[in-house]
């Protein structure tokens, strides 16, 4: 859920964009952060980890810990926390360590 | 290609933006890296009124005094800041490697500040990997720069000032805080954060872990249970409080991956919260050249960062043949402000770790890599 109003802070969250979650069309904002924008659509578990196939989430959100690692637009190990969202991109929860296709 | 620069900054905190406009002020040509969309660090998060000195715009509001800094050194011709840009490596002939965007950038810089501040400190319990176990500081960054709500109900962990502010700006965000749980018997931070948090409803319990996280996807709740006196679990305390996010905030811990690749000389010292590079008092590493300012050589404060940064700064203006009076007697003014800023209350812990670096020993030489199973 996006904050509406804020007693101190203004967001500048600039357009309106659409971008595609497992096939899905989610609405997003050209300054988020795909991790922003799919917690504001209710989207917290990201992926699972490639031996034990725990559920992961975002832990720093700042690009540190590699937890929250999906394939983006065909890419794997994009790490979304610091990944501005694109008009049309292609998000998908990645399966395993992920395959780069050269 | 590799880039020749003068003055390579790595990190655009508080520490790294003072250092840069230093540098450039004695006429250093300097480039910084930024990993974050924008400069500031720890600063752009913050709402509150922050505390320190007035000289380090104490009083202003943590992004606030972001934005000052930065607008100083944006005007600045001698100043290039390269956002989006994480430095990789540092290699041993002093070359550092960064990403930006899907180039690969590489520079030899004539001086290097390390300003890269702090990584956070993670607990170990059943269900800490579950998605809804976050850092302070990822809750912060989702509900202060993005302004998306990190969860409905949070459950905090720790209450120093990190915990109890955060707690706050949970609640500023409209998010429901369940409580605050602190193993330690007594509160972590200041009495004027604990009293507002205190105000709002929000429960802080001393003396209080957390014991598991559950939930099958994602977090669904927490167990929480009381410790006695020698921080052990006491059976048949346990409560559940439901929650669907789990907020740490037990601690920072100085991000040094680039120092211990440089091949600077590491201490662990307590005090300052994990390993730091041992440093001059001109805040020269080991590694000639090579200069560390802010969290990175202890947790600290934004305001020893800053200065911290200027000695940094004018240290490495200086050393190239800067305006090498003018810079010698702005860094010492510069110590002066540190010596003053170290004599307050929290002063104690800095300068007992600070001389635990000057002595000689105690090396170790350990590097602390994580991974995820
Ligand atoms: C919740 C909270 C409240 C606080 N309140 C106060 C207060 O009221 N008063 C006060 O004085 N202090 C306060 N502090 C502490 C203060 O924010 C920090 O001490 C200060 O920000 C440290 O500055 P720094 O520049 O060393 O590090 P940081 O602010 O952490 O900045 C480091 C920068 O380096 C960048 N970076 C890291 N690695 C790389 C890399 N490899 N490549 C490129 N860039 C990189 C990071 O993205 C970041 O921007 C608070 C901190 C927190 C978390
Ligand atoms: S959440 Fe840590 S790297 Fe993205």
């Known amino acids: 859920m996006r904050i509406e109003e804020h007693p101190v802070l203004q967001f500048d969250r600039g357009e309106k964009v659409t971008f595609f979650y497992n096939g899905q069309e989610v609405e997003a904002y050209s300054n988020e952060t795909i991790a922003a924008a799919l917690h504001a659509a209710g989207v917290r578990r990201l992926g699972h980890s490639p031996e034990l196939h725990r559920p992961r989430g975002l832990f720093c959100a700042i690009g540190n810990c590699s937890s929250c ?32 296709t050269p | 290609m590799i880039r020749n620069v003068e003055v390579l900054v790595v990190g655009g905190g508080p520490a790294g933006l003072c250092a840069a406009q230093a540098a450039a002020s004695m006429g250093a040509k300097v480039t910084m890296l930024e990993r974050d969309y924008v400069p500031g660090g720890q600063l752009v998060k913050q709402t509150h009124k922050f505390f320190g000195s007035e000289k380090q715009h104490a009083g202003e509001r943590g992004f606030q005094i972001g934005r000052m800094l930065l607008d100083e050194i944006q005007a600045d011709p001698n100043i290039e800041i390269l956002p989006e840009t994480t430095a990789l490596g540092c290699y041993e002939d002093g070359v550092i490697t960064a990403l930006q965007g899907d180039k690969h950038l590489k520079f030899r810089p004539e001086r290097t500040i390390l300003a890269t501040g702090a990584a956070e400190k993670f607990l170990a319990f059943p269900g800490n990997d579950l998605p809804g176990v976050y850092g302070a500081g990822a809750v912060q960054t989702l509900m202060n720069v993005a302004g998306v709500k990190p969860a409905q109900r949070v459950l905090m962990v720790g209450s120093g000032n990190i915990g109890l502010i955060v707690s706050y700006q949970l609640k500023q965000a409209g998010v429901e805080v369940a409580g605050v749980v602190e193993a330690a018997p007594r509160i972590g931070g200041y009495l004027v954060h604990a009293a507002k948090i205190r105000r709002a409803g929000i429960p802080i319990l001393t003396g209080w872990t957390v014991k598991e996280a559950f939930g099958k996807e994602q977090v669904e709740g927490a167990v929480i ?121 929290t002063g104690g812990k800095i300068n007992a770790g600070i001389e635990k670096v000057k002595q000689d020993g105690g090396v170790v030489h350990v590097n602390l890599y994580r991974y995820s199973h």
């Open chain 1, 69 to 100: 690692f999906m394939t983006v637009n065909g890419e794997p190990n994009v790490r979304i926390c610091v990944t501005r969202v694109e008009p049309g991109m292609r998000v998908e929860e990645q399966q395993g360590k992920g395959v780069v």
């Open chain 2, 225 to 345: 249970c009381q410790l006695d006196d020698k921080f052990q679990q006491i059976p048949g305390t346990e409560k559940t409080i439901a929650c669907d996010a789990i907020c740490l905030a037990v601690g920072l811990t100085p991000l040094t991956e680039l120092c211990w690749q440089a091949g600077c000389e590491m201490k662990y010292i307590r005090e300052l919260s994990g390993h730091v590079p041992v440093v001059s008092d001109d805040l020269e590493t080991t590694k000639a050249g090579i200069y560390a300012a802010g969290d990175v050589t202890g947790i600290e404060e934004a305001s020893s960062a800053m200065v911290e940064g200027k000695i940094a700064g004018y240290s490495a203006a200086a050393s190239l043949g800067h305006s090498p009076e003018e810079a010698a007697r702005l860094r010492q003014e510069a110590m002066e402000e540190l010596r003053q800023l170290r004599s307050g209350p």
